[in-house]
């Protein structure tokens, strides 16, 4: 897959993804990057602006 331009090593986490399918990276193991499918309805939540999307944040620690 490429990735800003360049050519990755990637694995889907659970499924085969077709050619062309849009992803989302999960997570980065050495240099293999691990992916999963966009679903139809994230991908057209997120075509909006960008600094307008929300993220989870893996290191977030919640409120007590």
């Not at 992803?23 to 499918?37: A, F």
Request: hydrophobic share 40%; proline share 11%.
């Amino acid at each position: 897959m490429t990735i800003d331009g360049q050519t990755v090593d990637a694995a889907s986490e659970s499924m085969p993804i077709d050619v062309g399918q849009p992803v989302r990276v999960v997570r980065v193991e050495g240099h293999c990057v691990v992916v999963r499918p966009i679903a139809e309805d994230e991908l057209s939540a997120a075509a909006g602006d960008p600094l307008q999307r929300s993220y989870d944040d893996p290191f977030e620690v919640p409120p007590a």
